[in-house]
Each structure stands twice: as C-alpha cells, then as structure tokens.
C-alpha cells in the first residue's frame, strides 16, 4: 500500500492509499490529532445519499490495510491520537478485521470512536462492550419508511434502538456522554418538525446526545443540503427540547472533510470509473 495523493486544505488533510491490486481508498486527517480510516473499498449498505454506497462493495480491507492507513499517515508526519473507523464502508461489515485493526490501535495507545449503522446487529451489540471511545450511531431517520429509502440495507430503527438502549441502561450518565445519535439533515427529506420532535423524543428517551450533520451535496446524488439557517433552526430546534446537539465540526463541513459522506466522492479509480 501506499499514498498516492495528499490533498491539503487549511484544516484538512485527505490521503488517497492505493492498495496493491489498484484500488484507491481514502483517509482524512483533521483536528490536528484525528485519523478517519476506510474500513471496505465502496460500501454494500448503500444509503441512497452516499457516494460511497453507490457502486456496492468492491472488497473489504484486510486488517493489516486499515492499519497501515494509520502507518503511512505517521510516516507522512501527521500527529495521531485518534482514530474513527467513520471513512469508506460499514465496519460492521467488516467485522473481523476491524477488531484486528482497533485492538492494534487501542495496544499503540490511540483512541478509537465508530461511526456505524447498527447492521449487522449482533456486531453492532458486541461493539457497545468494546472498550471503545465512542459510537455514534447514524440513525438519519425517526421513521422506518425514510430509513428504508435512506439506508436500504439495516435493521429496523426499533431493534437499533432497543439494542442501544439496554446497553445504556447498564451504563453511568458520565459513560452514556460516549454515546450520540448522528443525524444527517437532508433538505425537504428528513427534516420536518414531526420527525425532529420525534428525534428530540428518542434522544430523550436513551439519554444522549445529537451529533447533527449538514448534507454535503455529492454530485449524481438528487438530494440537497439544507440551508444555514434551516440547519440552526433544527439545531435550535433540539435544543430547546433539552437535547445536547452537536453540529457538524468545521472540518467536516469543508469539502475534503466529510469523512463518509464526502471522501468517496472521490472512489474513481476503484473500477476505472
Ligand atoms: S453512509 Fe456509511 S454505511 Fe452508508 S453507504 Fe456510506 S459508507 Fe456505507
């Protein structure tokens, strides 16, 4: 493996890592201590908004290739103290290795977050008792028909949530703070006051947190970013309703910095195309 391209913006870096069989797959580097890794090249879940998915799996990466995403970034000079398995692809579809690859990264001493859809569950269930550093679990709709049209390949939200829940009941407050919901808001989508009081309600329910992320347009994907001021609305909108809501981080909003939904933009070699 090996990088083949550094984009640098001011905040961000995005490294593209060529694999030996001459698949292109990406890391972002930003925060100054935090590493994005790729899990799979292309992604089988498919979310209707996301580049990534948008060609299916391609293959998954070997351990030794999601490490050495971590290896290249550290003889590029980057300073690493995270790592967030939140690049290209499902790391519950690619389970084994990813555990190979996040007990490596917890022996070097790193901290290690996910971003995941909760499928498969029962990986999803023995992710919660890792000692992780965070889940951020990308539920990115209340209700189970525009989950459907949004993540097409997942379990039903109430089994995610049911799932979540009995593991945070086991869990101290401070503990649960590790825990988000992340919410992609979608223009005219998934942004109605229904499904954001439905979202306040859930968060409620589970005692924690909103991670509330701005779309990134991608082109050949139809779906729009909300405006500013429609994101502060819905972000006031939590708020209110007594939820801890993050927004998106300025390095993710930036246009090689959103790790998932963006860097895939990019997945143009894989197959020549
Ligand atoms: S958002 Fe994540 S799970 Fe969905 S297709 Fe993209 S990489 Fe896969």
Redesign the pocket.
Known sequence: MKIEEVINDSLNKLLEVKTEDSYTVESVYYRGDTLCVSS?VG?????S?????KDGLYRNLSSSEIINQYLLAKEDGLEIKNIAFA????PLLNWKNVKEAFWYFKEQGLKCSF???GFPIDNFKELLNLPHNGINV?LHAVFEDKRKQL?PHGHPIEDILAALKDHLDTLSNRKKKMYNIAYLLIKGINDSKEELERLAEIAQKLGIGVSLLKYNEIERIPYRSTSDEEYEKAFLFLKEKGIKVTLSNRYRTRKIGGC??LM?NRLKSAKGG
């Open positions: 799979q992604c089988p879940v498919r979310c908004f996301c580049a990534s998915g690049g290209i692809g499902e971003y995941t859809t990308s993540i998932g939904t895939v």
